[in-house]
């Protein structure tokens, strides 16, 4: 199975460069929307889409060995709605997923829009990845997504198995929040990049990624052994959100958990017993009022 090995295995030592032994860890599709854009053109943004492309898809974020069907299917969609004196502002959709075994289904594991991203860029640039400095904005926000991508994805495979990537992560957090641009501070938005990594990764809202091990490697994984067990592992993960939700009914970990599985949470329990399904209903409805009607298709 995709990265089972990896993940069981020592987790994940960081690179401090470009090791010749270690391979590129994501296939990632970049879509950059610069319809709102009058003052360039399209050779500026599509240069950017494929600089961006091939940073995400040659660099290598750790030392460990991805073989080319281990790497993490993942996307990056820009929507740039101002270009000015050289710098970009816009939004950034960020979306992956993770096979299942004994399927060709891949589940979602992270969709997260992050609304005031910025970066400066000219015709010509390039992106340079370093350790322990901020080249520019850009290389920030690119390492900083693919250290949480990956992260992400080593939970759902071995119990806290990102810890070495949020570090990562939460280094480039405390070096860019320097640089004064937007994001990079939790206490300015409780919905921004910073505040995500802080809420996966500290306070109540962390038990996100004790679902997100047991929602994946005990649930979705084994049902293709036995549908029953694997529903019921995933049906225990609610109470764990519905927890969280009580400590901290806002924190974003709940809108990105909603926004990456209520839709696959209602094709699982289509195949459900009635009580199971009630029960999911109940848990899910009260976690999130607003979406009630969306989740009426689990009792039915």
């Known amino acids: 199975m995709k990265r089972v090995l990896l993940s069981l295995t020592v987790m994940i030592m960081l690179s ?8 590129a860890e994501l296939d990632c599709t970049v879509e950059i929307n610069s319809d709102q854009v009058a003052n360039a053109s399209a050779e500026t943004f599509s240069s950017l889409r494929e600089l961006i492309a091939e940073y995400m898809n040659t660099t290598a974020f750790t030392s460990a060995k991805y073989a080319p069907v281990e790497k993490i299917e993942c996307k990056l969609f820009f929507t740039i709605t101002q ?12 979306q992956s997923n993770r096979p299942v075994f004994g399927s060709s289904y891949t589940s979602p594991v992270i969709n997260f ?38 992260g992400l994805d080593s939970d759902t495979f071995a119990p806290k198995g990102g810890d070495t990537m949020y570090e990562a992560a939460s280094q480039i957090v405390q070096l860019a929040r320097n640089t004064g641009e937007k994001g990079w501070r939790a206490i300015d938005d409780q919905r921004n990049r910073a505040a995500l990594l802080a809420a996966i990764t500290e306070g109540p809202a962390s038990e996100i990624r004790d679902i997100m091990y047991t929602y994946h490697r005990q649930g979705l994984d084994a049902i293709s052994i036995s549908a029953d ?3 019921a592992a995933i049906t225990g993960t609610f109470q764990t959100l519905d927890k969280i939700a009580k400590a901290a009914p806002m924190s974003v970990v709940l809108s990105v958990f909603r926004d990456t599985k209520l839709d696959e949470i209602t094709n699982i329990y289509s195949q459900g017993t009635r009580d199971e399904r009630k029960s999911v209903y109940d848990t899910l409805a009260a976690v999130y009022p607003t979406e009630t009607r969306r989740l009426e298709s689990i009792k039915e």
Do not use: C, P
Not at 16 to 23: E, P, T
Not at 127 to 149: C, K, M, P
């Open 16 to 23: 401090v460069g470009h090791f010749k032994a270690a391979a």
């Open 83 to 94: 270009y000015t004196d050289n710098t970009m502002s816009g939004t950034l959709q960020i």
């Open 113 to 150: 829009k992050d609304n005031d991203i910025s970066f400066s860029y000219t015709l010509g640039d390039r992106i340079i990845h370093s350790s322990g400095t901020v080249e520019s904005n850009l290389a920030a926000l690119l390492d900083f997504y693919a250290y949480l991508i990956i």
């Open 229 to 231: 067990k694997g529903r």
